[in-house]
């Protein structure tokens, strides 16, 4: 499988994990003060270090804790993660690019497949609609056109009430697509409106790039629990974020709010 695969470092020839292990054991830096400097769970320092890529939480944080426990070092965050990149997330991509495929194809005719199974349940169905619309237009024959008058003068009420347009903000929300960049060197949490955590209160390093995380939510909330600057892009398009000190955004398809402090919990 590829989350066992030894992904390795160009330029000592070594495994990821093996560099970060024997450059701790060489420093000797305990587990868990990596921990408590870096905020990264001894679970994960450990998945690391034995490239159990299956016990992250996902891409985006693999690459978001490699980052961080390499500067912790005083190695290359940036050289580890081109190589994560380049063999384990490239391993991933290729095992499973059927994901997004799947529900199309879910829909196709297998062989010997009949092609009329879902007949009954559709015929059910526009029989009911049919009923329906037959009671519709009783109900409208008995009115008559009183009942026109009376909902043409109440939309005509409605219009004046609101100048005959619509409130936008009152719309349905839109799945947005994120992605950031930092600026500074800071602690972050990102984290969907349903509670899914995408960068789970890790210190990333100045010009960190995370995202696009897919797939894409109504709504996030993002917490810059030691302030400072981060670039995000929401569907293709920038915005830039600065605090002094922790703050919180909620972030949806209709721009970046910015909203009482959640932190430092995340989610």
């Known amino acids: ?17 093996e560099v970060l292990k024997r450059t701790r054991s060489r420093r000797k830096v305990d587990i868990r003060t990596v921990e408590q400097q870096t905020k990264i769970r001894i679970k994960y320092l450990r998945a690391l270090e034995n490239e159990e890529w299956d016990v992250l939480p996902g891409p985006a944080y693999a690459k978001g804790f490699l980052r961080t426990y390499a500067q912790f070092l005083g190695l290359d965050g940036d050289a580890l993660v081109d190589e994560y ?43 009911a609609l049919a009923v329906a619309a037959i ?28 100048g005959g347009g619509s409130n936008a903000g009152n ?19 990102l984290v969907t409106g349903d509670g899914r955590a995408l960068i789970d209160a890790q210190t990333l390093i100045s010009g960190a790039n995370e995202g696009p995380f897919q797939p894409p939510a109504d709504n996030y909330r993002l917490d810059l629990d030691s302030g400072g600057a981060v670039t995000l892009t929401l569907d293709g398009k ?16 209709g721009g970046i709010q910015p909203t009482s402090f959640q932190g430092p919990a995340c989610p």
């Open 1 to 17: 499988m590829c989350a066992a695969m030894a992904s390795r470092d160009e330029g000592t020839g070594l495994p990821i994990g």
């Open 85 to 127: 990149r380049r063999t384990v997330e490239a391993a991933l991509r290729a095992d499973h690019g059927y994901q997004f495929s799947e529900p199309v194809l879910a829909r196709r005719l297998r062989p010997g497949e009949e092609p009329r199974r879902g007949w009954p349940a559709l015929a059910w169905a526009i029989g």
């Open 135 to 162: 009671a519709v237009l009783v109900i409208l024959g008995l009115t008559g056109g009183s009942t026109h008058r009376h909902h043409k003068g109440r939309h005509q009420a409605h219009q004046h009430g609101n």
């Open 171 to 189: 719309g349905p929300k839109q799945p947005v697509t994120v992605s950031l960049v930092t600026r500074d060197d800071m602690e972050v949490c």
């Open 238 to 253: 920038s915005h830039t974020v600065r605090s002094k000190v922790p703050a919180s955004y909620k972030i949806s398809s």
